[in-house]
């Protein structure tokens, strides 16, 4: 039977601190910023106020596929929090595997923006005659928001299990991550 390591647990709440301060809003704030910047030639953030649901729905959407991937990102981080707290590391190994942390989030939260942002355009492009956008930024179609949201998540989905893989590729898993049981 295990010990009961009050180090190891202090460890995993100060990685989920981390992970609140990384994760819950900063990076759903970038996420956001980043869409809106994306469609500078439509106002969101008047029409989110004019109440017009389809945006809503679209962007709401494409903010959760993205932090569905950018989650792996905090993983890392947690990860690696936890570890520097639980092993034994010299300066140089802590401070490199910051680093890697660092470079991770960045990566993996613009692998995250660029992916759903290019599946969404490249599924209107399949679509073209149901007008995704003309449906859903002129007409407030809330039908064709909720599909093509809907189509979003699916795509993201089938996209989790590379992130993921890709995500644990990015920091040494020796004595850091998951640890299997056989």
Known sequence: MADFNISSIAAGLLAYGVAVLVGAAPLIYLLFRFDI???KKTDEEALLRAGRRSIAIE??????CQALLVRHAVFVVMAVVRSLFVDEYSSSEAVWLVVRCLLSIVVIAALALVSVEVAGRLFKRLTRNLQEDKEIYERDNAAMAIF?????????LVLNEGMADFSRSLIPFGRTGIQSLK
């Open 37 to 39: 910047e994306l469609t």
């Open 59 to 64: 962007l709401g959407a494409k903010i959760f």
């Open 148 to 156: 093509f949201s809907l189509v979003l998540l699916s795509i993201t």
